[in-house]
């Protein structure tokens, strides 16, 4: 390995913080996310985001940091400041509308300074998978499906990431798709800082962070060990198809979310909660939340 800079090693201690890029504006998902964030469109009467603090809480991640942008009060008032047993910690980003996930990350660069779980905010999946990415420099891959685009990669006899590829690059049988979750030791996440740096100075902030992936893996400065989800219990929500799909997914569960962590929103005088007629009130007689008062297409 080349250019790998001196810090302690985390290699077997597990990653207990989340990064989740939350910035976009979620438009292939309209009319959904005209007045929402995309991590809080509902899959079956639970939304992304509490699945995925579910799953967090699940595994005893204690912090999380969030890079909000559109919709992002909502986000920051369905959660506050801690849910699930994390604290929760919210970066915004002032170019949302403008910039891809490389400016988001960048973002990050001042806030975390440990080992992190690296995750997007239209993934839905089984929890169970997350197991096998609770330790640095890993990534999440699945076989390469028809509905699926986007980045690729190839895997060494080592068993290590090969290389990475654009998703207009010919596939084969030997590509595996990224799921848009990698876990990043303290090392990683010192040379990305540098590489975003250069990347954001040089007015590059319409970018995506796997092509500094793809770099250093070619260069070999990142040994990622790939984690194998299984197809048929993940999904990436992108348009209104993609989530007729998710909802589909026999191993997602369809019961409420049960997280007694969130805040109950209402409207009280003088403030109306930015989360618009979707409010997750969590009822005196059980155990859960349940959605009211929403419009009818979210019906």
């Not at 919210?90 to 690296?118: C, G, M, Q």
Request: charged share 25%; glycine share 4%.
């Amino acid at each position: 390995m080349k250019n790998r800079t001196s810090f302690p090693s985390f290699k077997n201690e597990k990653v207990r913080t989340a990064l989740l890029l939350a910035a976009g504006t979620g438009s292939r998902l309209a009319p959904f996310t005209d007045a929402m964030p995309k991590c809080l469109v509902p899959v079956n009467e639970i939304s992304i985001l509490e699945r995925l603090i579910d799953s967090l809480k699940e595994h005893n991640f204690k912090r999380l940091v969030i890079v909000v942008g559109h919709q992002g009060g909502c986000i920051r008032d369905f959660l506050g400041t801690r849910a699930g047993g994390m604290k929760i910690d919210y970066i915004t980003s002032p170019l949302y509308k403008t910039t891809n996930n490389i400016y988001s990350l960048w973002l990050a660069r001042k806030v975390i300074d440990e080992p992190f779980l690296l995750i997007e905010s239209d993934i839905v999946f089984d929890s169970q998978m997350l197991k096998e990415m609770l330790y640095p420099d890993r990534i999440a891959v699945a076989k390469v499906h028809p509905w699926m685009d986007g980045t690729t990669v190839t895997i060494n006899n080592r068993r290590k990431i090969e290389a990475f590829y654009g998703g207009a690059h010919k596939r084969d049988d030997k590509h595996y798709k990224t799921v848009n979750i990698y876990s990043l030791s303290s090392e990683t996440w010192q040379l990305m800082k540098e590489r975003l740096d250069v990347q954001i100075s040089a007015n590059m902030l319409n970018g995506y962070y796997e092509s500094i992936f793809a770099d250093m893996v070619n260069e070999g400065c990142l040994d990622f060990s790939p984690v194998f989800f299984d197809s048929a219990r993940w999904y990436e929500i992108d348009n209104i198809s993609d989530l007729r799909a998710a909802e589909q997914m026999r191993t997602l569960p369809h019961h409420p979310s049960a997280i007694a962590a969130f805040p109950v929103l209402k409207k009280q005088k003088g403030h109306t909660p930015h989360v618009p007629y979707v409010l997750y009130n969590r009822r005196k007689d059980i155990n859960s939340f349940s959605r009211e008062a929403a419009p009818k297409m979210l019906s």
